[in-house]
C-alpha cells in the first residue's frame, strides 16, 4: 500500500507540473522554428499608414500645361519607387483659393501620409492647415516669400521643403536686352494676387533699372480685369516682361491675341506662358521639378527624411527657347541659342 501511494503521488505531481508549464507557455516569446512554428522579428521602419501603402493628396491650384506636367511628373517617380503601394487623391482647385483650403482641409481629415501642393496659393493653404502631416511644393518660385519666413536660407525648419521652378532672374532680364536692345519701356504684366510673382517683376525691375530702362508695372487681380490690364501693358510699352504667374499662364492665349493686336513683343518666364503670348524664354522642365518632388516624398515616406530639414531643390537645367509662330507674326528673327518651342499636337 504504501508503495502504491509513493506511485499516485509522483503520478499527481507529474500531472500538476505538466499544467503549469501549459499554463506558463502563453507569457512566453515564441521561438524561431524552421518547421511551420511562428517566428518573431522586429517590424519594418516607414511602412506607411497601411502595411507599407500611401496615400498622398495632390492640390494643384489650377489646370495650365506647366502645373499639369509637375503632377506628371511627380506622379511618375513615385509611381515608379513604389508601384501598386501609393494611392494619389489628386484635386485640381480651379484658380480659387478657396477651394484650396477647403481640399487641403479634406486632406488632414482623411490622414493622408503626405500633401503635394502645386502652385503657391496651394502650398499656403496647405500651410494654413497642417503642421504635423509632410508637406511638399513644386512649381513655386520663392519659399521665403511663398511662407513668410525671414531670411529664409534655403530650408523651412517645419513640416514643409519641395522644388522650385524659379529661373535665373538676371538672364530673364538681361535677355530683354539681347532681343530688343533699343527698347526704352517695358511693362512688368502680373497676379498681384501670386506674392512670388510680385517677387520676380521687382527683381526682374531692378535689373532693367540699372541699365536705364523704364519699368512700369502692370497687375491684375484675375481673369476678369486681366484683358484690360494687358491691353494696357502692350499698348504702353515697348516690351512686356510676364513672369512664371499662374493666371498669367492659364490665360496665355488671351494675352497672345493682344500682344499680336498691339504688335508688342512678350519676354515669359517659362515655356508654357510662351507658347501662347510669348517670343522667348529662359525655362525649366516642369516634369523635371516634379519628379524631383516625387523622389523627395519617396525619401520622407520610406526613409523617414525630415522635411523641416530637406533643402528646397531647384531645376537641373534652364533652356532659352522662342516661340516661331509668334517670332513670325511678329517679324522677328531667332538669335542664335535658342531652342524652337515645338507646336502641340
Known sequence: MKKLSRILAVAMALAMALGLSACGGDDQPQETGSAGTETSSPAPE??????????????????????????QGFQDALTELLGDQVTFEYQNASGEATNCTTIVGDFVASGVDLIMANGTTALQAAMSATDTIPILGTSVTEYGVALGIEGFDGVTGTNISGTSDLAPLDQQAAMIQEWFPEAQTVGLLYCSAEPNSQYQVDTVQSYLEQAGITCTQYSFSDSNDLSAVANTACSSSDVVYIPTDNQAAAYAELIGNIALDTQTPIIAGEQGICTGCGVATLTIDYYDIGYKTGEMAYEILVNGADPAAMPIEYAPQFTPKYNPVMCEELGLTPLEGYEAIEAAQ
Not at 46 to 71: F, P
Open 46 to 71: 516607414n511602412t506607411g499608414s497601411a502595411g507599407g501603402s500611401y496615400t498622398i493628396g495632390i492640390v494643384q491650384q489650377m489646370q495650365h500645361v506647366a502645373l499639369d506636367s509637375a503632377t
